[in-house]
């Protein structure tokens, strides 16, 4: 059982790159040669990964356990399982001859031991708890309280233990859970989890209460001011700094001190965060919900208004509204508006946009041959036209601008037009359609 940093097969990599058969293949040549079976095992299905950003990432399964037919057959019950991985290089390998449930891999312990943990030392209040427990019995012969310090220390820490940093045991094992089912998913683009952790840190805000938990240049509390915004203004800073340093007992800003680090349009904007009379700890709240708590409805309603404005941004009738209010409020039959519309969107089945779209079709204008077919050019700009327009009488209609698109052009032309006018031009490009 090991690192044996070689694999059996192709279906044992996920990467871009493959492996030379000739290297798998002289390891399944030595596996036969010692007469070994692979074991199988439970778990996840990669050992190994690079952790490099996609389309780099690599996992592959290194680590794995053999056996010959007398082992299989002195343990018929052996069980080997992929373990996660933490903060180790491979997925630890866990085997058992009697088979086993996840959660028996040790002995039950009635009480477990005292351990100083080394997190305890990060925390300011670690130093001044020592200090004052063992300061307690300095009145006594050393002697005689050495046994009671000792065990002073063990109950007070572990009592400031749990109420500091809750049940770490529990918490380590849900991390550990999170672990498990990320290395689960093989295929998983590291750069969108940075997105994803990116978008959640927008939607998501402190409220401040005794701004002891709130670090000023890390977090997002400062109301419509991305935090990021802050650090390009301040390349030196302490990223330890906690909003508490600018409360005053009396539970007001410190006006001299926020003025001093911030530059004034973001001192206005902390001013404004009103501090409750009441010292509570800070919080995480929802953004798009008066309460702070997240509800469907509100994250409905903001991937709603998220939708609309990348809409707005890449549609062309949402970016000219003018048109549209003036097309729909006209008088023209419904089939004439819907071409228009379709007009402006530039959907038509021109020649060029059927190139684009991989057919084997020429772009340029069959009647031309001067440019290529655009929607613009097969319905106003194509020479063949120019007869058509002039005789037509509508004011503009040969006033083409090739700096513009469709849309811009048709906004400044409906100006000059009135219905009838518009409904002469729809009638016109509809028999050209």
Avoid at 97 to 117: D, H, I, K, M
Avoid at 137 to 146: E, V, Y
Avoid at 246 to 252: A, D, K, T, W
Avoid at 416 to 424: A, H
């Amino acid at each position: 059982m090991g690192d044996f940093n070689e694999y059996i097969h192709e279906g044992e990599q996920l990467s871009r790159s493959r492996r030379l058969e000739s290297s798998m293949r002289n390891f399944r040549m030595a596996i036969d040669d010692c007469a070994l079976v692979d074991l199988s095992f439970e778990g996840h299905a990669f050992t190994w990964c690079n952790y490099r950003p996609s389309p780099n990432t690599t996992h592959v399964r290194l680590d794995r356990a053999f056996g010959n037919n007398a082992w299989k057959d002195l343990f018929p019950d052996c069980k080997v399982l992929h373990l996660p991985k933490g903060s180790l290089d491979h997925l630890p390998i866990l085997i058992s001859t009697n088979g086993f449930a996840r959660q028996s891999f040790l002995p039950p312990v009635q009480s477990e031991p005292f351990r100083f943990e080394k997190m305890w030392r990060r925390h300011s209040e670690c130093a001044d708890l020592i200090v004052s427990n063992w300061s307690n019995f300095s009145g006594l012969p050393s002697s005689d309280c050495t046994v009671d310090k000792l065990n002073c220390m063990v109950d007070s820490p572990s009592l400031w233990n749990k109420n500091t940093f809750g049940h770490v045991g529990r918490n380590i094992r849900e991390l550990q859970k999170e672990i498990d089912k990320a290395n689960s998913m093989p295929l998983l683009d590291l750069d969108k989890l940075k997105n994803y952790e990116k978008e959640l840190d927008e939607l998501l805000a402190r409220k401040i209460g005794n701004g002891e938990d709130t670090r000023v240049f890390e977090d997002p509390w400062i109301p419509n001011l991305p935090h990021q915004m802050i650090l390009n203004q301040l390349p030196h800073y302490d990223p330890h700094l906690c909003v508490n340093k600018f409360i005053s007992p009396n539970r007001q800003w410190i006006r001299e001190d926020v003025a001093h680090i911030f530059p004034a349009n973001v001192a206005n904007l902390i001013y404004g965060i009103t501090l409750g009379r009441i010292s509570l700890d800070d919080s995480w709240f929802w953004r798009f919900n008066p309460t702070g708590h997240y509800s469907v409805k509100s994250g409905y309603k903001e991937y709603c208004r998220e939708v609309l404005s990348a809409t707005s941004r890449s549609d062309k009738s949402m970016q000219h509204p003018d048109v549209w209010r003036r097309v729909w409020k006209s008088k023209l039959p419904g089939k004439v508006k819907h071409f228009v519309w379709r007009m402006v969107k530039e959907i038509f089945l021109v020649c060029s946009r059927l190139t684009q779209k991989g057919l084997d079709v020429p772009p340029a204008c069959p009647f031309c041959d001067l440019e290529d077919e655009s929607t613009f050019h097969a319905l106003l700009g194509c020479p063949a036209l120019g007869d058509l327009w002039r005789r037509s009488g509508i004011p503009f209609v040969e006033e083409l601008d090739e700096d513009i698109d469709l849309a811009e052009w048709f906004e400044c032309a409906l100006t000059q037009w009135n219905d009838d006018q518009l409904g002469l031009l729809s009638n016109l490009l509809q028999s050209l359609d």
